[in-house]
């Protein structure tokens, strides 16, 4: 569906053109009768996800499973006993 508004109407009236946005309308915005804008639904495309699209950007070091140096693994526990 498709509402023609003026300028004016349009800068007094945003927020409930743009609610009606939302249930389907689009806003045809003229000035002197010629449209030269529209206010239409924003609607969200989504990328597709592929498996293994990420291969190749991911590294995993040698030393991952290492135990963590005595210095960052104490500011982990610190920060956990002042959680209690």
């Known amino acids: 569906m498709e509402k023609q508004v003026n ?32 206010l239409v639904p924003y609607i969200e495309v989504k990328k597709m996800r592929f498996p293994g699209s990420s291969k190749g950007t991911v590294v995993i070091k040698d030393n991952f499973e290492h135990p963590l140096p005595s210095e960052v693994l104490h500011g982990f526990l610190a920060q956990n006993d002042s959680d209690n």
Request: hydrophobic fraction near 35%; charge should be positive.
């Open 7 to 38: 300028i004016h109407e349009a800068k007094t009236h945003f927020s409930k053109l743009v609610k009606e946005t939302t249930e389907g309308y689009e806003i045809v915005i003229a000035k002197s009768g010629k449209p030269i804008a529209k």
